[in-house]
């Protein structure tokens, strides 16, 4: 087997030789990549294009466990926003069930450096008092295949949340629906 695929969404089924680690998927709508791990399956679209006879795809992520439990993102909430001068990192992990960890990180006002925990289902860090969205540090430091949510406006009454899942260096918005029940 290849370390990447290449499919085609025909209208008999998938097309092509799968990967190893991810595929490339021309459907009838553009150009996706998907990859799947122990705890998440996702599908990004790269390029939006018609390409007519074949059928459709639609971005998405699916969790192997099921969705979080939405008391996870308050908990998360409430610890990020007891220091809002800095950065913090908090990941859920799946151990038998969601639990919400905070491993050994050193923060600041800038960002945050911190030891990524095994069976990381959602990176969570907070931006302080800045709002909520995804910097060029982020980009680089999210290269695998993971959920991240970045959490700003945390000295205001209402947080600000970004969501997204990253493909290997390509990434695509997720809804707060699809991972918190």
Not at 20 to 33: E, P
């Amino acid at each position: 087997m290849k370390p990447v695929g290449y499919l085609v969404n025909t209208t008999d089924g998938l097309a092509g030789e799968p990967g190893l680690f991810y595929d490339y998927l021309l459907a009838g709508n553009g150009l996706f990549l998907l990859a799947a791990n122990p705890l998440l399956r996702a599908t990004v679209r790269l390029a939006e294009a018609e390409v007519r006879g074949l059928l459709p795809l639609r971005e998405g992520i699916e969790l192997a466990h099921g969705r979080l439990p939405r008391a996870l993102y308050d908990l998360a909430l409430g610890v990020l926003a007891a220091d809002p001068r800095r950065e913090r990192y908090l990941a859920v992990t799946w151990e038998g069930e969601y639990r919400l960890r905070s491993p050994g990180q050193e923060g600041s006002a800038g960002g945050v450096r911190y030891q990524r925990l095994p069976g990381t289902a959602l990176d969570i860090h907070s931006h302080g008092a800045l709002g909520a969205f995804f910097s060029s540090t982020d980009d680089e430091d999210e290269q695998g295949l993971r959920l991240s949510l970045v959490v700003g406006r945390l000295d205001t009454p209402l947080p600000e949340a970004a969501l997204r899942v990253g493909v290997y260096g390509h990434f695509g918005p997720v809804r707060m629906e699809e991972v918190f029940a």
